[in-house]
């Protein structure tokens, strides 16, 4: 049974709840993130705050009075899940105002909505399926047009997953004006002549902290990379493909819509970047 | 102190939740129907839960099991809460699966999420806003590709909404393209020449349950109704506007973008179309 976390009270899992006039509920009406745990330690903690901090900034939300405690609420909940490996997930929302309305709520009279659990993961860093590759598929993208913004407005990628397991792949790709975006749950990359290629930051894709921080060590590497927009025609054409997540790190894309990419195996940058990010993310845990 | 409905059971307001792994709070995974009451009775009941039906489906949910009571349900809010006039929303979810997980649960062993509140509006419609006419401006359509689907996902509505408030309107359409969709509950007509015109039927608009009827309306009273897209330049050219919704009936546009409609105030098409709705609805409730 774990123990979660909500509106300053820490609660068996089976307990939790939010009001049903909650806009999370009602409307959508949230932002999330989702840190990873390695060793029992908090991985990239600052970048996911500055993100939380941008997404609450833009919808014109204000910050729960927890945020100052953030990190010890994280730590806390490592300790009484006695997690290793694994994720905290944190949702903010803009409360429970007590009915239904388009409009936001006073945010003086209706505070946010924090919620954070942990998923214990064990041996997420040594996971088969990235040692093995991904195979995804492509799927035209019909999310809204703010997906810079980490909202829980995630039904389509989640339709989109389920997309994938019915062709028999991992996850899906989506294509917008002819050229990919990021995946249902991370950003995509593809690998040619030595070069990354990803699609430039913007209103989107999501601003992945995995992203800044691969593309930082990718850049200290001496390794060529080229923020842009590619097509599926590229992909497939290309020597490697990747992603990265919060949680699959850097993990290899082996196959789109059914055809290899490369030769099929999981390429040597995808493989060298996961281990550089690994260390490099071990050593600045907190 | 309201009585709402949550999962088989009638509880007070303040008790009403639902998990905090509830895919309509995690991932926006739900859909929903408001149903009107006038003089203690429903209207245009069978519309809605049509449509629900159709939600569903698209969503691959499956209808919970309270489904043939719906009605009951509606009916005893009514009753427990002593509407005359209001609203009774409803909510369904893919449920709460006791965990996070892009991929759908199974729907063997997680029952939907079924949530039902009331909103008491005395004097609904006899609106004071709908017989003064509304103001909106236009925005960016931002939303997702599936329109058509009835979700929660209403984050970007419900930001148009605080757009419009903060410029001095009531409400906002959204522009895709160049032309106008929809309001950001509502869908949009501009009248010209004594024709009605109001953008055609398919993803990018919500499938207005009051849209059919008053359309039906217009046509059993050899209104010429035209359904195609139409433009922020042609709707300021219009000789009046309106919009319609479960809640605002036939509402008449006045002013778009600060620019008066026609001769700035409720035309003519709207008011009649707004009193035959109100008449045949109150004719035909339940």
Known sequence: MRTVYVNGEYLPETQASVSIFD????????????????????IDFDGHMARLER?????????????????DIHRELVRANAITDGLIYLQVTRGAPGDRDFAFPDPATTE??????????????????????????????LRWGRRDIKTVQLLYPSMGKMMALKAGAEDAWMVEDGHV???????????????IITRDLGTD?????????????????????????????????????????????????????????????????AQRLREVYLDEMRKAAI
């Open 55 to 71: 997404s609450l900034c833009e919808l014109d939300m204000t910050k729960p009075a927890q945020f100052d405690d953030l990190l």
């Open 205 to 269: 894709i999501l601003h992945g902290i995995t992203r800044a921080a691969v593309l930082r060590f990718a850049r200290e590497a001496q390794m060529e990379v080229e923020e842009r927009a590619f097509t599926i025609d590229e992909a497939k054409a290309a020597d490697e493909a990747f992603i990265t997540s919060a949680s699959a790190f850097v993990t290899p894309v082996i196959d789109l819509d059914g055809a290899a990419i490369g030769d099929g195996r999981p390429g040597p940058v």
């Open 112 to 141: 946010p909505t924090l919620v954070m659990f942990t998923q214990s993961k064990p041996g997420l860093p040594d996971s088969p399926t990235a040692a093995a590759g991904i195979k995804v598929i492509s799927i035209d993208d």
């Open 181 to 195: 975006t990021e995946g249902t749950s991370n950003n995509a990359y593809i690998v040619k002549d030595g070069r």
């Open 23 to 42: 806009r999370g509920f009602l409307m959508a009406d949230g932002v999330y993130e989702v840190t990873t745990v390695l060793d029992g330690r908090l």
